[in-house]
């Protein structure tokens, strides 16, 4: 069983910058669709970012595009980040990345969460105004 390691998260003030990084155990297929999740505090977990890791086609939700970059390691292919600019207070949260086979990154928004099959542990993003 693969497992997912998030790491990079910390406190900063409004208007900077955190690169967080999942790392899986080991490369495999079954891991080619690559999500970044959210949950801020008293809301729903959100997916800010998703990234197919066979064509590298990249989705972002709509408050974190233009801010925020999804990207998969060019040489370390177990390794996707999640760039974060220009962070603002609203970005606050736990950050989990999740992955799972290729064709979960084409399925509905609504189910796609439940097909990720690996999860991280998450780590704290916080972002003082």
């Known amino acids: 069983q693969v497992q997912l390691s998030e790491s990079g998260g910390g406190s900063v003030k409004a208007g900077g910058a955190l690169r967080l990084s999942c790392t899986a155990s080991r490369y495999s297929s079954s891991t080619n669709c690559v999500g970044w999740f959210r949950q801020a505090p008293g809301k729903d977990r959100e997916e800010v970012a998703r990234?197919?890791?066979?064509?590298?086609?990249?989705?972002y939700e709509d408050s974190v595009r233009g801010r925020f970059t999804i990207s998969q390691d060019a040489v370390a292919k177990n390794t996707v980040y999640l760039q974060m600019d220009s962070l603002i207070a609203e970005d606050t949260g736990i950050y989990y990345c999740?992955?799972?086979?290729?064709?979960?990154?084409?399925?509905?928004?609504?189910?796609?969460?439940?097909?990720?099959?690996?999860w991280g542990q998450g780590t704290q993003v916080t972002v003082s105004s």
């Open positions: 999740a992955a799972g086979p290729a064709w979960v990154c084409g399925r509905p928004s609504a189910t796609r969460a439940r097909e990720l099959t690996v």
């Open positions: 990234i197919l890791t066979t064509i590298g086609s990249k989705y």
